[in-house]
């Protein structure tokens, strides 16, 4: 059961804001919407929500069609980016508002409301600012408030639009970890909204990655970093060498070396792009008994527990990698030196397009490396 989200379209005037979009989301699960701006994120969310309408689809939450449903009547929880706290209302009051706006018949009792705010301040653990206003707290706890208000009502979802996303660096990355601990305890199917890949595979069980108001890929976050569908969904997951080869043999081959080949299938000498992201290189002074590359380091940086390499392969772009200080100390690098390198992990695209290129010198050879 869970969420799921069919065949949604909406536009704004002319502007196709969401197309054709259809979600299942598992009950109980912890699903990041992650995409670049503009790309429909928020949209959803507020669809799901009941927000905004679409122009066409349907929302269901625990198997319930909730599409003619009011957000109010929903079972939804919600979290901005900009704390919505009450500010003339102690905390106290803030948590307990969705409770005392309650129908009657639904409204729980003053000693209920009482002990469920209390417990909902002890599970954000900040049952000592009960009295306080939101402007005496700081912008990570009064976000901590923020979800314990949505919480109060025993909402079937939880929906978080860049909880985050107006915090520093520190209380984010702190928050993240409270989020993830938070949830494993409460088990509410929760969406939250994010532009940062890095916050989305810290936090989700499940990445729901959108560009252009389309869902590019759905899966495990592990599974979308690991085995990313798409090119444009590799290179939002993070940082990574692209490297130009050709289809051998059912192999990518990028100059001399032989590599994994694309998910999809294509003929030999279709054009491929391959990506491999800083951390997946194996270097080495001598060279290996593999198929590897020649390079020469251009330069070296430590960045706090790492060092950031870059190295020219001919013909190729120049190749990023991180390495740990004390690799760098074992191959004893100081920069200008002649390395071997090939990666021990790496993705490949058919260039679309290019599936019919055969091996007679495509572009690709003319660039391979050495
Ligand atoms: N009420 C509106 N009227 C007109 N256009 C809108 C409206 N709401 C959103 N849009 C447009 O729809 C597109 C998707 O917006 P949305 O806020 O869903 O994107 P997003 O992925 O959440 O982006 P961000 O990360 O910047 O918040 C944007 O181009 C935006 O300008």
Known sequence: MGIQVERIQKHFGRFHALDDISLDLPTGQLSALLG???????TLLRIIAGLEHPDSGQVRLDGEDVSLRHASQRGVGFVFQQYALFRHMTVFENVAFGLKVLPRRQRPRRAAVRQRVMSLLELVQLEWTADRYPSQ??????????LA??????????LLDEPFGALDARVRAEL???????????????????????EALEVADRLVVMNHGRIEQVGHADRVYQHPATPFVCEFMGEATQL???????????????????ARAAPDGAQVRVYVRPHEWKISRARPADDAWQGH???????????????????????????DRQQVAALGLEGGETLWLRPHASRAFVIPGAEDVQTTAPESRARVAA
């Open 149 to 158: 208000r949505a919480l109060a009502t025993h909402p079937r979802v939880l």
């Open 297 to 323: 380091l251009q330069s070296l940086d430590f960045v706090g527990p790492d060092a950031r390499l870059t190295i020219a392969l001919p013909g190729q772009p120049e190749v990023e990698v991180v390495l």
């Open 36 to 42: 670049p701006s503009g790309s429909g994120k928020t």
């Open 137 to 146: 707290l700081s912008g990570g706890q009064r976000q901590r408030i923020a």
């Open 244 to 262: 130009a080869g050709h289809l051998e043999g059912g192999r990518s081959r990028v100059g001399s070396v032989s590599l994994p080949p694309p």
């Open 176 to 198: 993240r970890q409270w989020l993830r601990r938070l949830h494993e305890e409460i088990h509410v199917s929760t969406v939250f909204v994010t532009h940062d890949q890095e």
